[in-house]
């Protein structure tokens, strides 16, 4: 009982403390049939039991008593670790600041955290979701023309699909692509927070070869002459016409 009152008035032993914090450690629960392990959904780059009981001892020099009444001295359920784990360590950090920022009265629950920590693009220098949103729908029609305010709208529109930006009709049609616009730019959001470039390598050559630019060229103007680049005998007799 001395011990929890002493972390209390001195959060920043749990958080400095070298040694495991009694029952912080994950005991995964087992996973359903079918179901990834903690083991196996665990990466690289995943938060860990530490820092788990490191963000305890901020929220306990941040909230106190109330911290602790709500949420315990440490993760000893897993409950902070198993809804956290696939975050990047700069997510985790961005939501520390956000609650510290925000200032609310009475501390979040774990969803709550993890809502915290996901980035708005503007957080990261992008443009803002509804401004990127609006500049894929007016420039649909001819992305590769128009001088991007930012790659990552241009790749979120090109994963939504230019032509369903361009065509959707319904109210669910464009439910539809917003969902595929929104999730593809937060993902791309989460990219630059991580510190991963926006596209993996591959992408960026095939983007920059020479033969497929030209390729691409050769179609853009064969439709800009009103010859379909698809039909070989139409397009071989229109262009004898013009000599």
């Keep these: ?16 403390s070298s040694k495991p914090t009694q029952n912080t450690t994950h005991q995964s629960k087992r996973p359903a049939q ?8 665990r990466s690289a780059n995943d ?38 784990i696939d975050l990047h360590p700069n997510q985790l950090e961005l939501g520390i600041r956000r609650v510290k920022r925000e ?30 949103w609006q500049e894929a729908n007016d420039h649909a029609g001819s992305p590769n023309h128009h001088p991007w305010s930012h790659r990552a709208v241009y790749l ?3 994963t939504a699909g230019w032509h369903e930006l361009r065509s959707a009709g319904s109210a669910q049609e464009c439910r539809d692509v917003k969902v595929k616009f929104t999730n593809a730019y937060q993902a791309l959001t989460n990219r630059v927070l991580k510190g991963e470039p926006l596209e993996d390598q591959l992408a ?5 070869d020479p033969a497929i630019h ?30």
């Excluded at 079918?34 to 959904?41: K, N």
């Design 34 to 41: 079918g179901s990834p392990s903690m083991e196996e959904r």
């Design 156 to 158: 979120a529109g090109r």
């Design 47 to 84: 938060i860990t039991p530490k820092q788990i009981a490191d963000l305890f001892g901020i929220m306990i020099g941040l909230y106190g008593a109330k911290w602790t009444r709500e949420h315990g001295l440490a993760d000893r359920t897993g409950q902070w670790l198993d809804t956290l």
């Design 103 to 132: 200032g609310n009265d009475w501390p979040p629950s774990a969803p709550e955290f993890r809502r915290f920590c996901q980035p708005k693009p503007e957080d990261m220098g992008l443009p803002e979701m509804a401004k990127a």
């Design 204 to 208: 960026i050559e095939h983007r920059f």
């Design 1 to 16: 009982m001395q011990q929890g009152k002493d972390l209390l008035s001195n959060p920043a032993r749990l958080i400095n």
């Design 214 to 243: 030209s390729n691409q060229l050769q179609r853009e103007t064969m439709k800009d002459q009103g010859i379909d680049p698809l039909d070989g005998q139409g397009a071989r007799a229109k262009l004898m016409g013009m000599f």
